[in-house]
């Protein structure tokens, strides 16, 4: 069994207070970092580490800290992305609901590391638990010296702010964030500069995931020797797992990065309900496109799921059994996609809009020839074309449906309605967590 | 220098320079949609992808600054595709109703597609409809936002470059909308620039609604008759009626964009009360006569007056031609120096000239505002030269230009101002002079003790002590700055202390010479040919080329050159005709589209001056107040109808062109002043507009070499003459008297500047009813509130009107544009008294209201 590291207290009564998270040697790192480290030893040992974000992207952590000037006129932020957008991730609400102290503890060091003196915690404005409890943790930490002015005693100051998002997928997008965090209509900024050296508030910026600031009081802790030596050296770290969709245990799981996808979805969350097959496993979030069973050997870490062209993402696995069609979900999945696209860029705004008015009709046995090569075309349209990462997502989600699925397609369009509507009615999708 | 090669051809770009503008400079066509030159790139359209080597995506080449060494192609036949369906995207939900849009035929969605766009769409589902009505904006904005390609070339325009915020963007995706504050636009400047900028028949103008197609529009490049800012303009006419203006993106000081009074104002041409024929006061009446009816009248009236004084008025609106050839009539023919060209105030010449000489800076305001540091000094630019203050908001937020505003009157700019002081009015000498002291010690004797060892050789030095913080602030700006400009609002010639003003712009321009930061100066003229005017010579000690009359050699080579004498004496600037008009001893007075009996202060006395001249001449295109007082009305030819040059702000002379010929039996100004020559016996040579370009160009140096043909779309610039030895550094001004109560300034609103706008039917429509400004915290101290009808009384008369609470103004200050016919103003001011003591209270109610009903109702 492996030992849980960031859902070590999630099992805990009272895991949320900061008595609980105290008893567990909670607030030990920051004192440890605070007292016996510099700044830049800190970045050192999170660059040493190898820890990876792990909001999405899987950008180096320590990487991106460095690229915050030493030197600059304005103050530095830090910025904790708690928005949790995608679809099938549940991970960052149950840091935030179970053990918020230990966001608060990683943020301090973070801030510390980089020279920050304010930090803005952007959550899901749906997560009015988390928000609760983050709120509290932070009304305590202030309390007891964690937070505010010299804390523990060092010349280190630091404060916390929340901000609750108003539900659009994109303010989850780091530059619309900021933008969103400003005030603005959150839409993602041209880059550069980068929000390491023009962020928030034209200041540099650090935006780090929940769980990604989670791991950095552990590595203060016990080491980036120790944290390497989890799962594989490049993409390291102990990972947290949204299993959910058609599997019979769906929940979150701590495990080492890199295990296969076989071994998580069968082993540990127990393989499809009775009778069912596994179709295909959605890997990180529906950004990320999904891997047909034959595929499921596959690690999950950063550099294996690229290179099985689909991506690690949001690590928010969606299990689908045979019961279910394949069109339904992309068409879901696309007009989640359009319903959220921000609308600043041609080929995403208008795009998806095109690519779901015809997936709906192929759905709804209303499809016509020529029906996939438009999609087809419309994919290339949109890939790689699109001003942010959202787009992209979209294309690539679909674009794998249509390789691995196409008989599907066809037969939708052929038989003129969908091959799985009187064995399925279609609720369970997607519907089987929160 | 950064190397790139794109499509196989080099270039050196300087470093920092886009793909696009590298493209741009080899001609190669790159097509965009949401890029826009003087905007910040936003990237969002995807229109202008290209393919750069070792990338593994397309990238957008209007954001994406040069490497050294890269490599970029934008013939592939990737781009062709990515091009192509980029416009099939946008097309899937574009209404194509072209047929009816008042876009077709300049659209740039239409031109693109059919330079780069799929030959046919697949796309065969239903389209997405916001709305089935065209939504009404405002007054001249009408939308339709199912044709919006959500460039946001609009909303951008409207916050970065207006500045006014007035249009936004609400929802998201495919019902991403841009429209105004719940759908209408509160706080919008009706420019027009976002309607302008729209590629496509999204935003369109409401005044030229399915009035013509471009096609049908015979087009013709002018300049704006407004403001001294002199932008460029594009009137279309068709069958010799006024459609529309648009401006010319790539030209002049304004390039894409037009305040509210260039692009709707322009109307004013087809007003109704154009003056049809000559007419002549016949027992008591003014009664229309022919041309040779009115000219046997008024050539026996004058043959009547010969023996009394004469005098004459221009408009610093008329072209350069009709300025020179109107002083050249009254100096040979009427034999007299007594004109002017102002109908609102009278100009000290003895300070102005060695400042104008000294500093002013013929030069494009692109380049001025280029210096680190710009100064504006009085007025409210934002109200007076939209189209400056434009340009000085990018200065201040894309080029680091410290703005420093020195005013009475509060502005928009001042929320883009690294610093502002705001004065008190009619202590901006003052002001100025604290500056001045300030600047002296922020400097650091030690530097400037032999500046001032020679300065100081003429007078006393600077005597004020830098006690104020404001002063101080700009002083130390100032000093921070490397190279300064000056913007001088004319606004403050209006005062009594206009002199005092002057000397110490003077004084300051000294010093921050002295002090190496080579100041540059322009003036900021609420008309548009002020600096034309005085250029011409229109002024009593001053001739064409802004020579002292006294000047012998300069008046015996006009002398020379026009063939007749110039009186030797300066000549009575307007207030003293109008002191001569008074008291009997002026026979004739010649008002050439100029109306002082609506602008001069003190309403009364000017009618009864005005009365007292023997002959009152008035030539004008409209039927103006003091027409109403003339004894003989000539009709001219009004703006359009001849052309001419115009010198704007900024010295650059631009051909103002005719569009069509004269309404009625209106005769151009030029044939007008021959016409009356005649009467006289003589003979104005040259006669025609060319000619006398011309002769301009040959006797006034600073318009030497210039030729009307090479007026290209961007004019030329006029030069300044090499500057004159450093001056006399003058004293301190006289302290301003400080006054309690509340004191009453004016000057231009947005909407207004002048008798053309106020027969302009858009601007009427789009401007707020006469308002009086004044601060929140007088208003409260009064117990009035926004909107209240009040009551402004001075010591000469009064007036009513809607109150405006402005919370940017300071304590004291009251406003009242000066623009409203209907509020003559100038009845409540004073000759020499500005600004002006009032008082301001509730207007009585008109009727009783009803008061305690019963119990009971
Ligand atoms: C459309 C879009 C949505 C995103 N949503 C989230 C989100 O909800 N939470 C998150 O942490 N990162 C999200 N990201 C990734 C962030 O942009 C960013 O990469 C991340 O917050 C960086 O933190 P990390 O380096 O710790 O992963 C999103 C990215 C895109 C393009
Ligand atoms: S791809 Fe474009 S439209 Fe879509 S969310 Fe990103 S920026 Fe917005
Ligand atoms: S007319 Fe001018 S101020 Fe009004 S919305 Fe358009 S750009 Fe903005
Ligand atoms: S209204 Fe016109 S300018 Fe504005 S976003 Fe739409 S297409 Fe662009
Ligand atoms: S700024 Fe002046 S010249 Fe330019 S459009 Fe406006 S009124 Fe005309
Ligand atoms: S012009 Fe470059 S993306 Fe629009």
């Known amino acids: ?434 | 220098m950064v190397s790139v090669t794109i499509n196989g051809q080099r270039l050196d770009v300087e470093a920092g320079s886009t793909v696009l503008q590298a493209a741009e400079r080899l001609g190669i066509e790159i097509p965009t949609f949401c890029y826009l030159k003087r905007l910040p790139a936003l990237a969002s359209c995807r229109m202008c992808l290209v393919e750069i080597e070792g990338q593994r995506r397309l990238q957008p080449s209007c954001a994406t600054a040069i490497i050294d060494g890269m490599v970029v192609r934008t013939n592939t036949p990737l781009i062709d595709e990515t091009r192509s369906s980029m416009l099939d995207m946008l097309l899937a939900n574009h209404p194509l109703d072209c047929p009816i849009c008042d876009k077709g035929g300049e659209c740039e969605l239409q031109d693109m597609v059919m330079a780069y766009g799929p030959r046919e769409s697949r796309f065969r589902d239903a389209k997405r409809v916001f709305h089935s009505k065209d939504i009404r904006l405002s007054p001249v904005i009408i939308m339709n936002v199912n044709r919006c390609i959500q460039c946001q070339r609009c909303v951008r325009m409207c916050e970065e470059v207006v500045g006014a915020v007035a249009l936004g963007t609400v929802e998201k995706g495919m019902d991403t909308a841009v429209t105004g504050f719940e759908g209408s636009l509160a706080s919008c400047d009706q420019c027009g620039n976002c309607v302008e900028v729209c590629p496509v028949g999204a935003l369109m103008s409401f005044p030229y609604r399915y009035k013509a197609r471009p096609w049908d529009l015979a087009e013709t490049d002018t300049v704006c008759p407004h403001c001294g800012t002199g932008c460029q303009l594009t009137v279309g006419a068709r069958k010799g009626e006024f459609m529309r203006v648009h401006s010319k993106w790539e030209h002049g000081v304004n390039r894409e964009t037009l305040c509210v009074r260039g692009r709707f104002g322009l109307d004013f041409v087809e007003s109704r009360d154009r003056i049809k024929r000559p007419m002549i006061r016949r027992n008591g009446a003014l009664v229309p006569v022919s041309w040779d009816e009115a000219g046997n009248y008024l050539r026996e009236r004058l043959s009547g007056v010969e023996s009394k004084a004469m005098g004459g008025l221009a408009s610093p609106r008329l072209p350069n031609e009709m300025l020179y050839q109107f002083q050249k009539l009254m100096r040979t023919v009427f034999r007299t120096n007594n004109i002017d060209c102002s109908s609102r105030w009278s100009t000290p010449f003895d300070a102005l000239g060695p400042l104008v000489a000294g500093f002013y800076t013929r030069a494009p305001l692109e380049e001025l505002i280029g210096n680190d540091c710009v100064l504006v000094v009085g007025g409210n630019v934002t109200d007076e030269n939209p189209v400056t203050e434009y340009l000085l908001r990018d200065g201040a937020r894309r080029r680091q230009t410290g703005l420093l505003m020195l005013s009475a009157r509060p502005s928009r700019l001042d929320a883009d101002a690294r610093a502002v002081l705001r004065v008190r009015p009619g202590s901006e000498a003052a002001s100025l002079a604290a500056v001045v002291a300030g600047l002296v010690a922020a400097a650091g004797q030690a530097s400037l003790a032999d500046v001032f060892a020679d300065l100081g050789a003429a007078t006393d030095g600077p005597a004020v002590t830098p006690e104020d913080g404001g002063a101080h602030r700009l002083a130390v700006a100032l000093m921070e700055g490397k190279s300064v400009t000056v913007l001088v609002s004319a606004d403050l010639l209006r005062s009594p202390e206009a002199r005092a003003t002057l000397q110490q712009l003077n004084n300051l321009l000294q010093l921050l010479r002295a002090l190496g930061k080579g100041p540059a100066m322009q003036f900021l003229f609420d008309r548009a040919n002020q600096l034309g005017a005085w250029d011409m010579g229109v002024l009593p000690a001053v001739l064409p080329g802004m020579r002292p009359v006294v000047d012998v050699a300069a008046r015996t080579t006009l002398e020379r050159a026009w063939g007749a004498e110039i009186p030797s004496e300066p000549g009575a600037d307007f207030e003293v005709m109008l002191e001569l008009c008074d008291s009997g001893q002026v026979g004739a007075l010649y008002i050439v589209g100029s109306d002082p009996l609506m602008a001069y202060p003190d309403r009364e006395f000017v009618k009864r001056a005005l009365g007292a001249a023997e002959l009152l001449i008035v030539q004008d295109s409209f039927l103006t107040d003091t027409a109403g007082l003339a004894d003989v009305v000539l009709p001219a030819a009004g703006y359009g109808e001849e052309s001419g040059t115009l010198t704007n702000n900024e010295g650059r002379a631009q051909n103002v062109r005719k569009f069509r010929e004269p309404a009625f039996e209106a005769r151009g100004n030029l044939v007008i002043f021959d016409f009356v020559a005649t009467l006289r016996d003589q003979v104005l040579r040259p006669s025609t507009q060319g000619e006398i370009f011309d002769e301009i160009a040959r006797l006034i140096p600073s318009h030497q070499g210039l030729s009307q043909d090479q007026l290209g779309p961007d004019g030329a610039f006029t030069m300044a003459g090499p500057p004159p030895p450093a001056g006399e550094f003058f004293g301190p001004p006289p302290t301003p008297t400080a006054a309690d109560g509340l004191t009453l300034i004016t000057g231009n609103c947005l909407f207004h500047n002048g008798y053309i706008s106020e027969r302009s039917e858009i601007l009427n429509t789009v401007a707020d009813d006469p308002y009086v400004e004044m601060s929140a915290r007088d208003a409260t101290q009064l117990g009035l509130s926004d909107g209240d009808e009040v009551v402004v009384r001075s010591a000469q008369g009064e007036l009513t009107a809607k109150l405006k609470v402005n919370r940017h103004f300071p304590g004291g200050l009251v406003f009242v544009p000066e623009n409203y016919k209907t509020l003559r103003l100038n009845s409540l001011m004073r000759r020499r008294e500005y600004p002006c003591p009032v008082e301001v209270e509730r207007a009585q109610a008109t009727f009783e209201i009803a008061t305690a009903a019963g119990p009971g109702l």
Not at chain 1, 112 to 124: C, D, M, N, S
Not at chain 1, 391 to 420: T, Y
């Open chain 1, 1 to 434: 069994m492996f030992e849980p590291v960031l859902l070590r207290n999630v099992g805990v009564p009272d895991g949320h207070l900061l008595a609980t998270y105290r008893a567990g040697g909670g607030y030990q790192a920051l004192a440890k970092a605070l007292h016996e480290h510099t700044p830049d030893e800190i970045i050192d040992l999170v660059k040493n580490s190898n820890l990876r974000g792990r909001g999405g992207a899987g950008f180096p952590t320590g990487m991106k800290w460095s690229f915050v000037p030493k030197k600059a006129a304005k103050p530095k932020y830090l910025c904790c992305n708690a928005d949790e957008g995608e679809p099938g991730t549940f991970k960052d609400r149950i840091i935030m609901e179970r053990d918020p102290h230990q966001l608060v503890e990683g943020m301090a060091i973070s801030a510390y590391a980089i020279g920050a003196e304010t930090a803005y915690v952007y959550i899901r404005g749906e997560y009015t638990l988390a928000i609760r409890r983050l709120e509290r943790a932070i009304a305590e930490a202030e309390a007891e010296g964690y937070l505010g002015k010299r804390i523990l005693g060092s010349d280190f100051s630091f404060v916390v702010h929340i901000h609750c998002g108003a539900g659009a997928y994109i303010c989850g997008e780091e530059t619309a964030m900021l933008d969103s965090l400003e005030g603005k209509r959150a839409q993602p900024r041209l880059k550069p500069p980068f929000p390491a050296v023009e962020g928030l508030y034209a200041s540099p910026t650090v935006i780090n995931n929940v769980e990604t600031l989670a791991c950095v009081p552990h590595i203060v802790m016990r080491g980036p020797n120790w944290f390497r030596g989890i799962g594989p050296d490049k993409s390291p770290g102990p990972k947290l797992y949204c299993v959910s969709g058609q599997v019979r245990k769906p929940g979150l799981y701590e495990l080492p990065m890199g295990i296969p996808l076989r071994e998580l979805v069968e082993d540990h969350a127990g393989g499809p309900p009775p009778g069912r097959k596994i179709k295909a496993v959605i890997p990180g979030g529906v950004s990320a496109p999904l891997i047909p069973a034959l595929g499921l050997d596959v690690g999950m870490d950063f550099d294996s799921l690229a290179a099985a062209g689909s991506m690690l993402g949001s690590a928010g696995v969606i299990v689908i059994d045979d019961s279910t069609c394949i069109v339904k979900v992309a068409t879901r999945i696309i007009e989640f996609f359009h319903h959220e696209s921000c609308g600043k860029c041609t080929p995403c705004r208008e795009g998806l809009n095109w690519v779901v008015k015809v997936l709906r009709r192929v759905e709804t046995g209303q499809g016509a020839p020529g029906d996939l090569e438009q999609l087809k075309a419309l994919c290339n349209g949109i890939f790689g074309n699109t001003f942010c990462a959202l787009g992209d997502g979209a294309a690539m989600g679909l674009r794998a449906a249509l390789a691995h699925f196409e008989d599907e397609f066809v037969a939708h369009i052929e038989e003129q309605r969908c091959p799985f509507n009187e064995k399925h009615a279609g609720r369970e999708l997607l519907g089987s967590y929160g």
